[in-house]
């Protein structure tokens, strides 16, 4: 081989030592890969072989086959194969040569502290007190101190060893069952960030209020209907504190409102307010709201009496001692007779020589209450004198001997009177007394009324000793007869 190709063979391999042998392949000739068989030169003598040549050329020595002489100009020289190249890939721009990954990094782990976190620290105790009058119906509360700033509390009361359920405010209102026992409250209070610590008070000992407003007995309040009332029904006078207030039908309870007429309320404070129309008694219990009995525990039993408007004014009841007659009226202070029948309400009050009526005498408002006066506390005078009159159980008696018009005046008590006219028709056979009649006296009366003659017996007039009975009747149709005209008022 001439030094010129092993020159190329000697760039060739460093080129493809540097990465590069790809460029130079494509620009380099092509080499066939297969060796074409040669025929040397002959020489022109038996000679030596030139060890050069010999070395260059590894492959077998084909058969030659012998030449007249052999060339002497070197280029007549047989050409020379190199040994196969392998085949190199396709050029690729350089800068378009993939770049090898780098080997990929793996994660990196964190190192684990070998040192655990320290747990929250407790909170620094601070200090609880039970604050108040420790007397039944008053409030006590738990005051704390020296705790860090932004600490909050949770409570709870206890009473002698029981834990009192539900009693988890800062606040304790007593009762009359605690009267007697030892209270504490235990207050857990909590840092930020910190654990809880618990502390309890000292304790309490509660007492009975001997200052309560509320009596053993029956309070009783008065009240006239359509006014306005706002009446304490506190155990406590001034601040109630926390103490709640209910009313009740019974001492047990429960709650319930409609134990008031309509019209009347108990506020949770306990004031009784508003207004009634209706002229009644009524009962019923405050009930006072505790901690340990937060549905109401017994207070004070009350009754209210609810009497007739201020502006009431007197009216009477006048009915017939016939028994056969069952005509009543009622006589109204303004001088208004109502009659008890709806086909004739205007009819006079009428009678009979021989017979007589039965009057009583009681206060109507302007709502339609009415209030009967007792019979003791009426009397009643006559403007004949020959009228007899006389007080009994039912009322007053009224008998007539003599017929006209009289006009009969009821006094009260309280100094009201009231006066209407009676037409008293003739009797066909009326037979006057010869001897003062005599008036029945009931029990316990102060005795006859006003006008009265003293006897106490209505002379003979045809009636028998039913006579009382007939009267009776008659104040049962005046009572009748009074309903009427509430009715007939209230649907003017």
Same mark, same amino acid.
Request: net charge negative; no cysteine.
């Given at each position: 081989?001439?030094? $010129?190709?092993?020159?190329?063979? +000697?760039?060739?391999?460093m080129?493809?030592a /540097?990465?590069v042998?790809?460029? @130079?392949?494509?620009?380099?000739?092509?080499?066939?890969?297969?060796?074409?068989?040669?025929t040397?030169?002959?020489?022109s003598?038996?000679?030596?072989v030139? %060890?050069?040549?010999?070395?260059?050329?590894?492959?077998?020595?084909p058969?030659?086959?012998?030449?007249?002489?052999?060339?002497?100009d070197?280029?007549?020289? !047989?050409?020379?194969?190199?040994?196969?190249?392998?085949?190199?890939?396709?050029? @690729?721009p350089?800068?378009?040569?993939?770049?090898?990954?780098?080997?990929?990094?793996?994660?990196? @782990?964190?190192? &684990?502290?070998?040192?655990p &976190?320290?747990?929250?620290?407790?909170?620094? +105790?601070?200090?609880?007190?039970?604050?108040?009058?420790?007397?039944?119906?008053?409030?006590l509360?738990?005051?704390t101190?020296?705790?860090?700033?932004?600490?909050? #509390?949770?409570? *709870?009361?206890?009473?002698?060893?029981?834990?009192?359920?539900?009693?988890?405010?800062?606040?304790? @209102?007593?009762?009359?069952?605690? %009267?007697? =026992?030892?209270?504490?409250?235990?207050?857990?209070?909590?840092?930020?960030?910190?654990?809880?610590?618990?502390?309890?008070?000292?304790s309490?000992?509660?007492?009975? =209020?001997?200052?309560?407003? /509320?009596?053993?007995?029956?309070?009783?309040?008065?009240?006239?209907?359509?006014?306005?009332i706002?009446?304490?029904?506190?155990?406590?006078?001034?601040?109630?504190?926390?103490?709640?207030?209910?009313?009740?039908?019974?001492?047990e309870?429960?709650v319930?409102?409609?134990?008031?007429?309509?019209?009347?309320?108990?506020?949770?404070?306990?004031?009784?307010?508003?207004?009634?129309?209706? &002229?009644?008694?009524?009962? #019923?219990?405050?009930?006072?709201?505790?901690?340990?009995?937060p549905?109401?525990?017994?207070?004070?039993?009350? *009754?209210?009496r609810?009497?007739?408007?201020?502006?009431? *004014?007197?009216?009477?009841?006048?009915?017939? =001692?016939?028994?056969?007659?069952?005509?009543?009226?009622?006589? /109204?202070?303004?001088g208004?007779?109502?009659?008890?029948?709806?086909?004739?309400?205007t009819?006079?009050?009428?009678?009979m020589?021989?017979?007589?009526?039965?009057?009583?005498?009681?206060?109507?408002?302007r709502?339609? =209450?009415?209030? !009967?006066?007792?019979?003791?506390?009426?009397?009643?005078?006559?403007?004949?004198?020959?009228?007899?009159?006389?007080?009994?159980?039912?009322?007053?008696?009224?008998g007539? #001997?003599?017929?006209?018009?009289?006009?009969?005046?009821?006094?009260?008590?309280?100094?009201?009177t009231?006066?209407f006219?009676v037409?008293v028709?003739?009797?066909? $056979? $009326?037979?006057?007394?010869?001897?003062?009649?005599?008036? !029945?006296?009931?029990?316990g009366?102060?005795?006859?009324?006003?006008?009265?003659?003293?006897?106490?017996?209505?002379?003979?007039?045809?009636?028998?000793e039913?006579?009382?009975?007939?009267w009776?009747?008659?104040?049962? &149709?005046a009572?009748?007869?009074?309903?009427?005209?509430?009715?007939?008022r209230?649907r003017?």
């Open positions: 081989m001439s030094a $010129a190709a092993g020159t190329v063979v +000697a760039m060739i391999a080129s493809s /540097f990465g042998g790809a460029a @130079v392949a494509d620009e380099a000739p092509a080499t066939s890969t297969t060796s074409p068989s040669v040397p030169t002959p020489r003598g038996p000679g030596p030139d %060890a050069t040549e010999a070395a260059a050329d590894p492959t077998p020595t058969t030659v086959e012998p030449s007249a002489e052999p060339s002497a070197p280029s007549d020289a !047989p050409p020379t194969t190199a040994a196969p190249t392998p085949s190199a890939d396709p050029a @690729v350089a800068d378009s040569v993939p770049t090898p990954a780098a080997a990929s990094t793996p994660p990196t @782990v964190p190192t &684990a502290d070998a040192t &976190a320290a747990a929250p620290a407790a909170t620094a +105790a601070g200090t609880v007190a039970v604050s108040g009058t420790a007397t039944t119906w008053h409030t509360r738990a005051v101190d020296g705790w860090p700033t932004g600490t909050t #509390f949770t409570y *709870q009361w206890t009473l002698g060893t029981q834990v009192v359920d539900g009693a988890t405010g800062d606040s304790y @209102v007593l009762g009359a069952s605690e %009267a007697g =026992n030892d209270l504490t409250v235990a207050v857990t209070g909590t840092a930020p960030d910190e654990d809880p610590t618990t502390v309890t008070s000292a309490v000992r509660v007492e009975t =209020n001997d200052g309560s407003t /509320f009596t053993t007995g029956v309070r009783e309040l008065d009240a006239a209907a359509g006014d306005t706002s009446i304490p029904i506190q155990a406590l006078t001034g601040d109630q504190g926390g103490l709640q207030y209910g009313v009740s039908r019974t001492a309870g429960p319930d409102v409609g134990a008031l007429p309509v019209g009347l309320t108990l506020s949770s404070t306990g004031v009784l307010s508003g207004s009634s129309t209706t &002229a009644r008694v009524v009962d #019923f219990w405050v009930l006072a709201r505790t901690t340990q009995q549905d109401g525990a017994a207070g004070q039993h009350v *009754q209210l609810i009497g007739l408007a201020a502006d009431a *004014q007197m009216s009477a009841g006048v009915s017939s =001692n016939d028994l056969d007659d069952t005509s009543a009226w009622t006589v /109204f202070a303004d208004t007779i109502l009659f008890n029948r709806r086909t004739d309400p009819r006079p009050i009428t009678s020589v021989g017979a007589g009526i039965t009057v009583n005498a009681g206060l109507s408002d709502y339609g =209450n009415t209030e !009967p006066y007792a019979v003791v506390d009426n009397d009643w005078t006559s403007s004949v004198a020959s009228d007899v009159l006389g007080k009994y159980d039912p009322g007053t008696g009224v007539f #001997f003599e017929p006209g018009d009289r006009v009969l005046t009821g006094r009260a008590v309280d100094g009201r009231i006066s006219t037409h028709a003739p009797a066909e $056979a $009326a037979v006057a007394p010869t001897t003062p009649a005599e008036v !029945p006296v009931a029990a009366s102060d005795g006859p009324g006003a006008g009265a003659s003293g006897p106490t017996q209505l002379a003979f007039t045809g009636a028998d039913t006579g009382p009975i007939a009776a009747l008659g104040l049962l &149709a009572g009748a007869a009074l309903l009427t005209a509430r009715l007939g209230r003017a």
